[in-house]
């Protein structure tokens, strides 16, 4: 039996889904996969829990009460004494600094599984050093989820690039959080701020929702597919238009941004009146290859187009190439949401897994 022993990073919307997810599969693995999944480590920024083999159903109470304060270091001392093999690590945070440990867990035996779109979109010599590492210890980086969720974007795009497709352009609804909340803002009467708190509750924003407000997200997903395309591109290089007003973001607490939030209506409420009646606002991202220009922006569509008709977090991704001519090969679906993303990973893992002995 193949034994994959998994370290969670992130017991949040996504990590907790993750979990639940590999427990429920674990059986049918076994028998018909001849596949062993274990999580011996959970952890969240503060706290993690050991255990021998894998955490069972029971896990959130178990992390509660016998969770304690760890460091990166008595992880991977952990794993090391238990002799475990095949170990993944799993970055289901949204942690700017998380990604400062990839290297040293990479060093240490690890492969990596990421839904943290970070790692991928700081400079080029942070990436270019990550996969210098992943090559030099012969490890896995996957990180699927990190473009559309649990759509197989980055897949596609990488499986076309390398069979010497000639990609011209990509064009999406990128974000699955704003798909929701245009999408609902321009059908219902709602405040924008109203529509913004639903999406939060139902875990479809980023932990920081000015993070998907500000256009940064969507930005990195651009820069993330370009990456994949061999483009030379930095974050601080894409056309973003920021919907989130210079005195609610950068040195103003979150708390104060949710306190204030309301102040983002009026600009979208006026937008909302200029439409026609045929009109919906979407939220768009743009990758030309040939010029290599990205950009992130508000835009009308006619309900009827491809991107007007989509519903709820739906994203959409036409993928421009020279085999596929004027009609784009369209990727389209739940861009955003813990069950979906979650399976995005586990889908990752068990990739990652066939390349394992
Ligand atoms: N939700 C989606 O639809 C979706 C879709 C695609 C990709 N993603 C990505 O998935 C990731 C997780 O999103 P989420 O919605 O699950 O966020 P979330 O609910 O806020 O969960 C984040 C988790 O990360 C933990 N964390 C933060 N910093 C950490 C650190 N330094 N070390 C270890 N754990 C740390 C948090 O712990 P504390 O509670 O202790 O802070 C929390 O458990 C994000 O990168 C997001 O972009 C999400
Ligand atoms: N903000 C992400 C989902 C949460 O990470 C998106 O819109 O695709």
Redesign the pocket.
Known sequence: MKKINIVL?????????VINQVLAAREKLQQEENLELNIPVI?????AFFVKQTVNRSWETNFSASGFPYKISDVIDYVTQQGYENLVAI?????E??VD?YKLLIEQGFHVV?????ANTLSSEFYEDLRKSLRKNGKFFYYE??V???LPIIQTLHGLYQAGEEITRVRGVFS??LSYIFNTFSEESKSFSEVLTEAEKK?????DPR?DLSGK?VGRKLLILARELKLKKELSEINIQDLVPKHLNGKSSLKNFQLKKHELDGDLEKLKADLEEDEVIRHVGELEIATGNLEVKLVKEKRTSAFGSLKN?DSSFEIYTESYGEQPLVIQGA????A??AR??VADILRLSERLN
Do not use: M
């Open positions: 990073f992130g017991t949040g919307n996504v990590g907790s889904t952890a969240n920024s503060t706290t970055d289901a945070t949204a942690s600094s998380f440990h990421a839904a943290n779109k970070v989820t990190n559309g969720a649990g699955g959080s875990g479809l924003t980023e932990p993070v997200d977090a861009g955003a949401g813990a979906v993303t995005g990973v």
